[in-house]
């Protein structure tokens, strides 16, 4: 039902090495968030492209992930009951066409906990007005306490399926 990529050593090295230059200054819910973020992008580039190199990391830092979608990603054991999360200030800041709900098979605050093998699952996609009128929450951090921010959030299995989403994108862009 929801399309799967498998990790490679390869992707998630070049994870690491980019992580330093693209990190972006906000509060973060979890140490791993920048890295989880590249895989993200790598997993949607080998789903769309059918090469994770394809991605736009490095070049793309304060727009979208790719034209007209942005990849949020989570590192939870799947389950559809997880959400699809964008911060409020980045809904009202930045409207892209697409979210695209990625969410890493684990549960973790280390970077080595990403190996090859883990699995991503390409959960759904949502458009810009679907998150803006979802309902908004503190969704904490994976360290116990509120993270100090809301985000809104829409059930995985409220999202749009992927088997649909290329069409889709195609007249929408």
């Not at 973060?28 to 990391?57: C, H, P």
């Not at 979208?64 to 409020?88: A, G, H, M, Q, W």
């Not at 200030?89 to 695209?100: C, G, L, M, N």
């Not at 309902?135 to 409220?158: M, W």
């Amino acid at each position: 039902m929801y399309p799967i990529i498998i990790l490679t050593q390869e992707m998630i090295d070049q994870a690491i090495k980019l992580g330093p230059s693209v990190k972006v200054n906000r509060t973060i819910a979890s140490n791993i968030d920048t890295v989880s973020g590249i895989l993200g992008e790598f997993v949607f580039a080998q789903y769309m492209f059918g090469n994770w190199k394809k991605n736009r990391v490095g070049e793309n830092k304060g727009q979208e992930d790719f034209i007209d979608i942005e990849i949020k990603t989570s590192t939870y054991p799947f389950r559809d009951s997880l959400n699809l999360l964008v911060r409020e200030d980045y809904a009202k800041k930045r409207k892209p066409k697409f979210y695209i709900q990625i969410i890493f098979d684990l549960y973790t605050n280390n970077i080595t906990d990403f190996i090859p093998g883990v699995r991503a699952y390409i959960s759904g996609w949502a458009i810009a007005e679907d998150v803006e009128n979802a309902p908004l929450r503190d969704f904490g951090s994976k360290f116990g306490f509120a993270a100090g921010y809301k985000c809104h959030y829409i059930k995985i299995k409220n999202l749009n399926r992927m088997e649909n989403f290329q069409s889709i994108y195609n007249k929408r862009s």
